[in-house]
């Protein structure tokens, strides 16, 4: 199986420790050691080897994500030279593994996200791939929780006879939903068989080069030029290449693989995924993925020394932070910025880095 | 008027930003852009000539003293070898300055007080003048805000006919009162002619050294070696007096000037003051000091992006601090350490200090 690792976005909920300068997936969130993406090549060490494994991410970034994943081949960090949304950097992905394998396996990850349980992940992905080798564009569809309105949803149709071990892994997906209310989220958990759709799928590349030409035709020419110039040319560095890339890259249209291709894809499938996966979508988040220390706090980073405080999530360089009778609060301290914000309020963080953006602070961005 | 500075403690209670290495006296607190015994000086000024002020500090301390005040002599700068409380302290200070004039009439103030209204503070002093010259040690009352129960309070006699302009600005003084309950806190306000004492006094040097010898023969022993040694000596800085001093000053009694001397002194009196005089005893104390921004919020430094956060205190050396939703909380940011608390609970600071200490992390002290 290969691997695609998707690493181009600036995500600014974290912020002010994601910063265009250094976007969450390569700085290390959750105080683990290993930054976002790197542990996302961690947890599929074993199933694909560094040698099979590619980054597309934004030609700023090319440089952090090879010196951070030093096993992975530099020619298969691929740097986009502008944002097209994930449809294009999923077509390009596709693109360049097929010079290798015209009908590689090939996980689309995320590189910004959590997983407490890396074996049940590496174990869905394997049980994945043979529907996907069968054909399938096969979705890990996330078990939900709780009746989360921010996230797309998969209702799940019949199992997939014969396309796994344990029958009951593979299911046909009946429908990609788009975001819910509260009401509708919550009679999905009631019913069950809905997933949370968590954008990480298992494909062959010449199925998926196949659903771009099908819907896509005008994303599917613009690819075709590109693997025509990369079949001519010595690798990905090669000027000629280079000089056709970066002609027919911005006239890609920007669209997401959900809405350009799955929605709408001929033979999807999906398999649960009970790992503990966690989007880290705001600082709360971390609340649910770092365990709590004796004194009911949750340190990702830092000496933390809390008097009847509680409920707190801390990220600082510091080495004390002191608490004197606070609770539930999120504290991220960086050089020369601090946030502190109740913990139910941290979706806000959004608006601070607006506000900061319209004053033309970039350089805190 | 001569004046003498007391700058010997070492705070604890603005840890972080009153540190071992950089006692709150020599921090700016409050935003001005002067620490607090540099504001302190500029208080007096005009009723004080630089070269009649004096300094009486911690050995540790007394550079740093030199450094901020370059307009006072550095002979003028008193370092105490060790603490030894407020007692010993003051008599050093006329010891020193009774060489230069041996009526001479001082001010003794604190370097770690904020006031206000310098002008009413002048005044206040330049009211006891009179009184300080017929032989009174004059203390300023400090007209009570509300019923504190933290300082000794001043129960105020009649008025001293004949010794100043206006005969009702200096009283004699009844009586000194430790710390109240409540209750009683609030009798006082309600009886009226009661004043905090803030330990701020203006006196003859002879007058002092007589009571010195009066009620603490012992410290009056000690303190007359060491006018000996200093009339025998050049200056302050002559290695015989240093002698002689460095032999006396830890045998000394360490006892405060209130339980020492004022309590049971013959001619006191008090001159009311109302001038905005705050000790900032904690944190929170910035909240009647500093004026509220346009979000509701205390900044004394750093840069503030508040969102729906009000009523918080912010003492930092960050770009922008980004508070969402939270309210009434005490942020100071240091570079090593982070103080995080509610503001009605900042008293608790010595216990973090307490607890900090008991694992040796004098470092953060």
Redesign the interface.
């Known amino acids: 199986m290969y691997a695609a690792i998707l690493a181009g976005g600036v995500g600014t909920r974290l912020w002010?420790r994601s910063r265009q300068s250094q976007p969450k997936q390569f700085s290390d969130i959750v105080g683990s050691g290993r930054t976002m993406i790197q542990a996302t090549a961690d947890r599929i060490a074993g199933l694909v080897a560094p040698n099979d494994l590619y980054v597309v991410t934004g030609l700023p970034y090319a440089a952090l994500a090879a010196e951070q994943l030093p096993e992975v081949p530099t020619t298969q960090i691929i740097a986009e030279p502008s944002g097209r949304n994930t449809g294009p950097a999923i077509g390009l992905a596709c693109v360049h593994i097929r010079q290798r394998n015209p009908q590689a396996v090939v996980a689309f990850l995320h590189s910004d996200h959590v997983v407490l349980d890396p074996a049940a992940f590496r174990a869905a992905l394997q049980q994945a791939e043979p529907a996907a080798q069968a054909g399938y564009i096969v979705t890990l569809g996330i078990e939900p929780t709780f009746a989360h309105t921010g996230y797309g949803y998969i209702k799940r149709g019949i199992p997939l006879e014969g396309l796994s071990q344990d029958s009951s892994t593979v299911y046909s997906v009946e429908q990609f939903l788009e975001k819910p209310d509260r009401t509708t989220a919550e009679s999905f958990l009631e019913e069950g068989g809905y997933y949370w759709n968590g954008g990480i799928f298992v494909c062959r590349v010449d199925v998926m080069l196949e659903e771009f030409s099908r819907q896509l035709p005008e994303l599917a020419a613009g690819l075709a030029r590109i693997d025509a110039a990369l079949a001519r040319s010595r690798d990905a560095a090669d000027p000629i290449f280079h000089a056709t890339f970066n002609e027919v890259w911005p006239t890609l249209p920007s669209i997401s693989i959900d809405h350009g291709i799955m929605e709408h894809a001929q033979n999807v499938a999906t398999v649960p995924l009970d790992a503990g996966w966690n989007d880290v979508g705001s600082w709360d988040a971390l609340e649910a993925i770092l365990e709590q220390d004796e004194s009911r706090n949750f340190v990702a980073k830092g000496g933390l020394?809390p008097?009847?405080s509680h409920g707190n999530i801390v990220y600082?360089d510091?080495?004390?932070?002191?608490?004197?009778?606070?609770e539930n609060?999120v504290?991220v301290?960086t050089g020369?910025?601090?946030?502190?914000?109740?913990k139910?309020?941290?979706q806000?963080?959004k608006?601070?880095v607006e506000?900061?953006r319209s004053q033309g602070?970039s350089e805190?961005l």
């Open positions: 002010p020394l008097l009847e600082t510091k080495e004390v932070v002191a608490l004197i009778g606070v609060l504290v301290d020369d910025t601090l946030l502190i914000g109740d139910q309020q941290m806000k963080v608006d601070v506000y900061l602070r805190l």
